[in-house]
Nanobody
Framework: QVQLVESGGGLVQAGGSLRLSCAAS????????MGWFRQAPGKERELVAG????????YYAASVKGRFTISRDNNKNTVYMQMNSLKPEDTAVYYC?????????????????WGQGTQVTVSS
């Protein structure tokens, strides 16, 4: 069983930065793609950024492209997301997720493992 633990959320002013981390248990981390999702109150959970198994291919939602960067360190079983130029509309609970699927799925149903989430609040 894989366990994912997020950290790095918090309160930041608009224009600021945060770095989220997601540490995975188990030895198969390099065998699954990873994604960062977010869910704001009253909204569906959406994929913000994803990275494939080897870390050479990434996906970004249009709303964060150019501001967020996803990366992974397979030696440390950790995936990161650097978030710059944060906006109030980025406020949400952020979840990391892992999938055995090929490529970078964009829907929640294709992900097998989920973290507990970390709150990101951006004040205006």
């Amino acid at each position: 069983q894989v366990q994912l633990v997020e950290s790095g959320g918090g309160l930041v002013q608009a224009g600021g930065s945060l770095r989220l981390s997601c540490a995975a248990s188990g030895r198969a981390f390099s065998s699954y793609a990873m994604g960062w999702f977010r869910q704001a109150p009253g909204k569906e959970r959406e994929l913000v950024a994803g990275i494939n198994r080897g870390g050479l291919s990434t996906y970004y939602a249009a709303s964060v492209k150019g501001r967020f960067t996803i990366s992974r360190d397979n030696n440390k079983n950790t995936v990161y997301m650097q978030m710059n130029s944060l906006k109030p509309e980025d406020t949400a609970v952020y979840y990391c997720a892992g999938t055995w699927a090929v490529g970078i799925p964009t829907t929640t149903r294709n992900y097998n493992y989920w973290g507990q989430g970390t709150q990101v609040t951006v004040s205006s």
